[in-house]
């Protein structure tokens, strides 16, 4: 059974910084990988999918990439702001992490 | 024109007690999910439903019942509330059942609480 994990479970940058967020996934035949943005008392909101035969996908200053032989993907946020402290979760179909809070520190 | 919306947005009862949550997406998509967040913010999908059809039931107790009247509705009964039950639901849908190509679209979610 698909296990999904996101390391740290809580990062804070100051403002301004490059910074990567990690997900790693135990069965490399996933349906998809997800990043997803979850603010206080709100839904998620879909950032970026990537699928199974992909590599990467990129919008805007976030940048996901998949790398199903290592089990892992990462979400690459360029030049943080602090409009960016959320959770962010990844997930591979509709298995979750449990997220990483991010606070950017203006 | 929130893309999926559920109501109640809080819903405070006692222990015994039973209770519906309701959804609805105007997104035009096919499936729809229940989500439950605990409190230790972890995701777990409960059920999912394709035009009506029932398609995913995880391991969660019968008290908890899923209806969909027509593919844009998904609604969840929780029958006998016990205190565990307290968490965040979440209703999602996707344009795709087998979720490969479509990305989730999640309402803002529904904090129960029972007392």
């Known amino acids: 059974k698909q296990e999904v994990t996101q390391i740290p479970a809580a990062l804070s940058v100051p403002e301004g910084e490059n910074l990567v967020l990690n997900c790693s996934f135990t069965?490399?035949?996933?349906?998809?990988l997800q990043w997803f943005r979850q603010d206080p008392g709100k839904g998620l909101t879909s950032l970026l999918l990537?699928?199974?035969?992909?590599r990467e996908q990129t919008s805007g200053r976030l940048n996901a990439s998949l790398d199903k032989s290592s089990g892992r993907s990462t979400l690459y946020i360029a030049a943080s702001q602090p409009g960016d402290s959320a959770t962010y979760l990844c997930?591979?179909?509709?298995?979750f992490g449990k997220g990483t809070h991010l606070i950017i520190q203006p | 024109d929130t893309a999926v919306s559920q109501t109640p947005k809080y819903l405070v009862t006692q222990m015994g007690n039973d209770k519906s949550i309701k959804c609805e997406q105007n997104?035009?998509?096919?499936?729809m999910y229940w989500y439950k967040q605990d409190s230790k913010k972890f995701l777990k999908i409960m059920f999912s439903?394709?035009?009506?059809?029932?398609?995913i039931n995880e391991t969660v107790p019968n008290r908890f019942s899923p209806k969909s009247p027509d593919k844009a509705h998904l609604n969840l009964h929780i029958n006998s509330l016990e205190l565990g039950d307290s968490a965040v639901y979440f209703c999602?849908?996707?344009?795709?059942?087998?979720?490969?190509?479509?990305?989730?679209?999640f309402g803002n979610g529904t904090r129960l609480t029972v007392t």
């Open positions: 439903y394709n035009n009506k059809e029932l398609i």
């Open positions: 997930a591979d179909g509709l298995t």
């Open positions: 990537i699928q199974s035969s992909q």
């Open positions: 069965d490399s035949a996933i349906y998809n």
């Open positions: 999602a849908s996707s344009q795709d059942r087998k979720w490969r190509n479509s990305p989730l679209h």
């Open positions: 997104l035009g998509h096919d499936t």
